[in-house]
């Protein structure tokens, strides 16, 4: 029945769009939950898998994943510009399936291939350029297209960052166990998932852009061309560009860019066993879910954009800041509260959803700027793991504290988009008198 969705005629009523538009957001979130746990699968086993190939070489293993997560986000340049654009063209369901159907392939050939470090890494590369661009591009484009025909962007937002948190917490039951007879059987877990994600995609994902509304124009190398996030900066107004890049930087904070440097430091420092990992995922997937189920949007409720946006900056500056000062699993854990509001992208959803108005006000095509944002993501994607895994090696090799890594993350993460934020007028974030 939902997939039969795209092909009938538009309702007519406000209701009716409303109620069209809200079916569609939980779809598309059930989507985003599925590509969740085919991140989360590894979180703890490729990092495990990578040091046992490096052959205990704890600095090197480091250097691995960071550089890798860089060649990801410099890859995703080119996958994200051209399957953004392809998408306004030709629909996005493709553009879905995309991530899982490779996923089951890439997962199997882990699981066969386990002892080739370079095999591995190129599985890993692939894994995370295609699972990013159809659950994030392709999410943001389609949810784009469904609250353009009624209901909240921002609230949409809200609810796939609440199925992102869903997604964290069975997940590692699941990989704790089967860490038990082996890391590449974890891979095998994989596969099924995304080859129910697939099924899903096809069975009952709805097409959001119907063919009415696609773009006409055809694929040029121009419209291909990874950096044409610039005509953000060159066709867009200030404010447009003003806040895609404050919402870039505060990616420096999102869970895929601190995730190895944080399962690193729960193993080695802070001495978490399996189990230990497994249960601190829970439970903080589990306050994740809350705090953005309840708490976030309460907070959004009684602030606007702005206020909201600079107490969850501030809050996880102080978060990050603090978590790493000591090897102590006490002052981890209180460290963890206060990002709660904002961890993990939440504080950018109110300004992402601003920007994307202003984007598609300002004549851009929803899947070109949700392409041209994710390319600005991906950019951070390379930048920030590749600078996390430095830091943290040359603090190890110089016997330092490798936790102020995390330090580092807040200021990228939170103080430098706080700045920018109180630098913008009022009427460019949406609040205040309009002029």
């Known amino acids: 029945m939902p997939a039969s969705l795209s092909k009938a005629a538009e309702p007519q009523g406000d209701e ?78 493709p553009g879905f399936l995309l991530g899982p159907v490779m996923n089951i392939f890439l997962g199997w050939l882990v699981f066969k291939k386990s002892s080739n470090l370079t ?33 909240s962007l921002e609230e949409a937002r809200s609810q796939i960052m609440l199925a992102v948190g869903v997604g964290m917490l069975g997940t590692p039951f699941l990989e704790a166990a089967l860490l038990q007879k082996g890391l590449k059987y974890v891979y095998v877990a994989l596969s099924g998932t995304a080859l129910a994600h697939a099924a899903f995609s096809i069975a009952a994902l709805p097409e959001t852009l119907p063919p009415s509304e696609r773009s006409s124009s055809q694929l040029t190398l121009a419209s291909l061309n990874p950096l044409g996030f610039v005509r953000v900066f060159t066709e867009g107004s200030r404010a447009l560009w003003q806040l895609t890049v404050l919402t870039t930087f505060q990616m420096f904070l999102e869970g895929k860019n601190i995730s190895d440097i ?35 949007p309460w907070m959004r409720t009684i602030m606007d954009a702005k206020t909201f946006t600079s107490v969850t900056n501030l809050l996880n500056l102080f978060g990050f800041s603090i978590r790493g000062l000591k090897a102590s699993t006490l002052l981890w854990l209180v460290a963890m509260v206060p990002m709660l509001p904002g961890v993990n992208g939440t504080c950018a959803i109110p300004l992402k959803a601003r920007a994307t108005e202003l984007a598609t006000a300002q004549g851009f095509g929803k899947g070109e700027y949700s392409a041209w944002a994710n390319n600005l993501r991906a950019l951070v994607g390379s930048a920030a793991p590749m600078l996390y895994g430095q830091i943290w090696s040359a603090l190890q090799k110089r016997g330092g504290n490798t936790g102020l890594t995390f330090a580092f ?27």
């Open 16 to 93: 009716e769009r409303r109620a069209l538009a809200r079916r569609r957001v939980r779809l598309i979130c059930i989507s985003s939950f599925l590509s969740l746990c085919q991140h989360v699968m590894v979180v703890q086993t490729e990092p495990r898998l990578v040091l046992e190939l490096c052959k205990g070489n704890k600095a090197r293993a480091a250097r691995m994943l960071g550089n890798t997560s860089g060649i990801v986000g410099i890859l995703s340049l080119f996958l994200n510009q051209a399957g953004g654009r392809l998408s306004d063209i030709t629909g996005r369901k």
């Open 119 to 151: 095999l591995v890494m190129v599985c890993r590369v692939l894994r995370l350029i295609c699972t990013t661009f159809s659950n994030t591009v392709m999410a943001d484009a389609a949810i784009a297209d469904v609250c353009a025909k009624g209901g």
């Open 262 to 296: 944080a399962q690193t430091w729960v193993r080695d420092g802070l001495k978490w066993s399996v189990e230990g990992i497994r249960n601190f995922v829970i439970i903080y997937g589990t306050l994740q879910t809350l705090a953005a189920a309840l708490l976030a």
């Open 409 to 435: 993350a807040g200021v990228a993460g939170a103080l430098v988009p706080q700045l920018m934020l109180w630098s913008m007028k009022d009427s460019d974030l949406g609040v205040g008198p309009q002029p």
